[in-house]
Every structure is written in structure tokens, then in C-alpha cells.
């Protein structure tokens, strides 16, 4: 980030921060023939040192997203004294994947979480304008759609584009300035601190990335070496236990040895796991494969298991029936390279997933569809019980796991190993 953090900061200072002489507050700095080049050059110093110091603060969280984007919003409230702020990062589709507020309180921001601003409007338009926008009156502006529920009005605006390797990723406005409406000084510091804080989204995204990948690499090698040394000490012990249960008659001492012979079988299906998530992407099984061939497969693959919990259900008195409806939404897209195993048996841990996400029953929806000419997209969604909010930076790691003895913790990790193996990546909302 920094050489990148310094060219922007550069860049601002080489345009000698053309708005500086309406002073940081918004009113005028009187010239006169004996200080006005003086004063000019304080003023453009002082809003540099404004922008280095909220720029440097956000670097501080480069290598935690959450807390970047949290400070992002914070920060730019301070930089451009405004009483609300807020963060909208977008997905490849466009729509909004993360939001983060920065002045609400608590009854405030509990009522708009569930209804963040989508775009529309006013916030749409910084987007294809692709610079700032600046508003003294929202309440009399003509691109004004209403507010969500829950947002609390808004009579001054100030919004910026987030952009970087000329890709929107989102972007960041503030709403009523103390003392006033935005200035034009304010705008240029919105612009400079946009283009520093998109650099250091992408980097802490980069940075997260690598991590990911090296952790994925390093605990797929310990998979495979424990499960091979796991699966020889099984192999022991089941031949052990099948010798011993030839010989005893007792019906106690077969119960108890049942027993181990059920433990240690299912810990070779831990150990069959734990192997499946170290087996690297099989690069010499890369044809072009169908994509909705293969989430079709992976839905028939798993029917027993969502069939069988809705039998299940409506047979047992201790819980009332419910049904798990799978659909297709498959759109036109052409074949891509890759291996079909790997892939399949990602969607596999991804219906399972959302099986055990719908105790009461619902819908699961496995969609393929295109983004651009040159990515799609393929998702599982469902109408479960979400992701709790302190689980969700850890969803891919290995061995977490929220289901206790019922999960291996490596479902969503194997999915993001698919994935990077594939040249593509993985995401999620809840």
C-alpha cells in the first residue's frame, strides 16, 4: 500500500489541493497581496497533514478487513466533520455485499441493518459519474428515492466513489457536516482519502487472500499426513476388535466392543475427510465440464440426505413436519475447464450445509449464471438460520466449525481450496 498511498497523497499535493483557499471550515481566507500565497501553501499543508493522518490510520488495519472498513467509515467522518458516515462494498454483481455505518446508535443501527441503502437514487449515481457528489439539500434534490427504514434523515451529502485498478468496489458517503453544508475543500479531501482507502481495501484483500492460501496449503499437507498415520492406527484397531468379538460371548463385553468398532469406523470417515480436503485440485482431470450438469449431479447426490430429514420429521411426533425444497436457476453459460470431482463434491458440502442450516425445513436454491464475458458465477443459497455474526470471519478456515461433534470443520475450507485451485474465489452473505 504505501508506494501506492504515497502517489495518491503525491498526486493531491502536485495540484497544489486546488479548493484549499476556501479554508478547511468552508469559509473564505481573506487574500491580500502580502499573504495570500502564504496562506495558500498553510492551508494546502494543513488538509495534506488532515489526509496523511486519517490515510495512515486506516493502514493500521491492513491486514483485518472488518476493522478497515469500520475505520474507513469512521475516519472519513472525522476528515470531513460530519455527524454520519457509511461504507458500501459491492460484489462482482453489483449489488451490496458488506455495509458499515459510522455515528448511529444502537436503536439506529439495529433498524437499518436489515435494510441497508442498496443504491438507488442518490447513492446510484456515484457510481457510472464516477466522481464525487456533493449535496446541500437532499430533501430538495430530484434523485431522491426515500430512505430505508430505520435511516435517520439527511439534509447535507457528500459521497464518493471507491475505484481502484479502475474497478468500482463500492462507495463511501457522509451526511450532515457540522456547521453547514460540504465544500468544495471537503470534496477534495473525500476524493484523496477514497483513493487511499481503495488501495488499502485491495491490499488487506490481497493480503487475506495469500494467507489463505499458504494456511490451505500448509494444513491440507498435516491433513494427509494425519489421516494416513489416523488411518493406520484404525486399521489396527478395528482388526484388533473383529478378532476379540469372534471369541466373546458375553453380552455385555460385545456391547462394549460394538461400540469401539463404531467409534473407530467413524473416525475413518473423519480420516476419509481430512484426506478429500489435503488431495490437491487433480490438475491432470481438467477438461471442460458443464456446470449445471454437475449441480445437478451434486443435488441427486444429496437427495437422500434432505429427503430423508423431511421423512424424518413428519414421522416423529417430538417435531412438526417441514419439507426442504431444492431448486434450480440455471442460466445459459459455456463449459469451463476443470475438475469435475473437485467441483461436484463442493457443492456437495454446500448442500449439506445448507441442510443442516434449515432445522424446520425450507428452500435451497443452486444457481449458475454469467457475470461477464469472462467469469461465472455458481451459488447455493437457502432459507436457513444464517451464519452468526461472530463465526463469520472464520467460515473458511480449517477445523472451525460451529456444529460441535457434528462437524469436521473443513466443509467451507475444502470449498475454498476448490475454488483457488480453479483461478476463482468464494464468498458469502448471510
Partial sequence: MTSEHEKVLGDLLSKGLGHA?????????????????????????????????????ISAFIDDEPRLLQSVAEE?????????AALGILGDDGTLKNFVTFG????????????????????GALLPEGRALRIDDVMADDQRRGYPPGHPPMHTFLGVPLIASSRVLGRLYATEREGGTFTESDETLAMGFAAAAAVAIESARRTARLLASE?????????????????????????????????????????????????????????GRMREYGRAVDTDDIRPVDLGLLASEAIEFTRPRWQIEEILSAETPAHPKHEIVVRKRFEPVPEVDGDPFSIREALVNLI????????????????????????????????????????????????FTTKGARGSGLGLAMVRKVMDGHNGHVEFET
Avoid: C, W
Fill in 352 to 399: 449439506f450445509n445448507a441442510v443442516d442450516a434449515m432445522p424446520d425445513g425450507g428452500t435451497i436454491t443452486i444457481g449458475v449464471q454469467p457475470i461477464d464475458q469472462s467469469s461465472i458465477q455458481l451459488f447455493v443459497s437457502d432459507t436457513g438460520t444464517g451464519i452468526p455474526i461472530e463465526a463469520q470471519p472464520h467460515v473458511f478456515d480449517p477445523f
Fill in 76 to 84: 472519513f467522518a472525522t476528515l470531513v466533520s460530519a455527524k454520519y
Fill in 21 to 57: 483557499q476556501k479554508g478547511l471550515g468552508g469559509d473564505r481566507v481573506p487574500a491580500s497581496p502580502q499573504s495570500s500565497g502564504g496562506r495558500h501553501t498553510q492551508a494546502s499543508d494543513v488538509i495534506l497533514r488532515r489526509l496523511y493522518a486519517a490515510t495512515t490510520a
Fill in 215 to 271: 494456511r490451505l496449503r500448509a494444513t491440507g499437507e498435516l491433513a494427509i499426513g494425519i489421516s494416513h498415520d489416523f488411518n493406520n492406527l484404525l486399521a489396527t484397531i478395528l482388526g484388533r476388535v473383529e478378532v476379540v468379538l469372534g471369541q466373546v460371548r458375553d453380552a455385555t463385553h460385545r456391547e462394549s466392543l460394538e461400540a469401539i468398532r463404531r467409534a473407530a469406523r467413524d473416525g475413518a470417515v473423519i480420516a
Fill in 104 to 123: 448511529l446508535t444502537a436503536d439506529e443501527e439495529t433498524l437499518l441493518r436489515p435494510n441497508p441503502p442498496t443504491g438507488k437514487g442518490i447513492l
